[in-house]
């Protein structure tokens, strides 16, 4: 079995997961950071979440050697939503695009990367990580690609999970 193959049932179970946590959040709440007993909680709204998650999918098939069509996403997301990027509180919603935009982009990305997965040879999976800092944590593509599709987004639904009950919106 490809290694692929073990990735695949827990990314789609983030992916329902995720369609899961974004049902019922109104588009004027989905980039506002709540209040609680008048104090500013400073987290991760669901628009800075799902912007950041769809960064990772073209970064990924760039590395792996697939094909990144489809998968780009707009320049300014690279300052919005990288990893360091303050999440910022947008009650006028001018600051960051819409729930659905980014939302979109992170599900196309993600379902994108796992149709084109099984054309990584075992090579380009064990080939190491051009950048030093991931390839100090990671060491090699595949271990990268595992966590981006397993890990990495269910840490950040997580954030999207506590911001909705901050919210009032109750769990997905």
């Given at each position: ?8 049932p ?8 995720a ?5 019922g ?6 980039a506002?950071k709540p209040v609680?007993n008048g ?6 709204h669901?628009?800075?979440v ?5 960064i990772?999918p073209?970064?990924l098939a760039?590395?792996a ?8 996403v707009?320049e300014?997301?690279g300052?919005?939503f990288?990893?360091g990027s ?6 006028d ?8 935009e980014?939302?979109e982009?992170?599900f196309s990305?993600?379902?994108a ?8 040879s ?10 030093p800092?991931?390839r100090e ?7 990268f ?11 950040h ?7 909705r009950?901050?919210m009032g919106?109750?769990?997905a």
């Amino acid at each position: 079995m490809k290694i692929f193959e073990y990735i695949v049932p827990g990314v789609r179970q983030n992916l329902a997961y995720a369609e899961r946590l974004l049902k019922g959040i109104p588009a004027q709440l989905s980039a506002r950071k709540p209040v609680v007993n008048g104090t500013l909680i400073e987290c991760n709204h669901p628009v800075f979440v799902f912007g950041h998650l769809a960064i990772y999918p073209p970064q990924l098939a760039q590395m792996a050697g697939i094909s990144s069509d489809g998968l780009e996403v707009p320049e300014r997301y690279g300052s919005l939503f990288q990893m360091g990027s303050p999440c910022q509180d947008d009650p006028d919603g001018t600051i960051y695009p819409s729930l659905v935009e980014v939302s979109e982009r992170f599900f196309s990305g993600m379902r994108a990367v796992l149709e084109r997965l099984p054309e990584v040879s075992q090579q380009g999976m064990d080939a190491p990580l051009e950048h030093p800092g991931r390839r100090e944590r990671f060491g090699t593509v595949g271990a990268f690609t595992a966590y981006v599709l397993l890990a990495h987004p269910q840490s950040h639904l997580g954030q999207v999970s506590v911001w909705r009950r901050c919210m009032g919106l109750g769990p997905a």
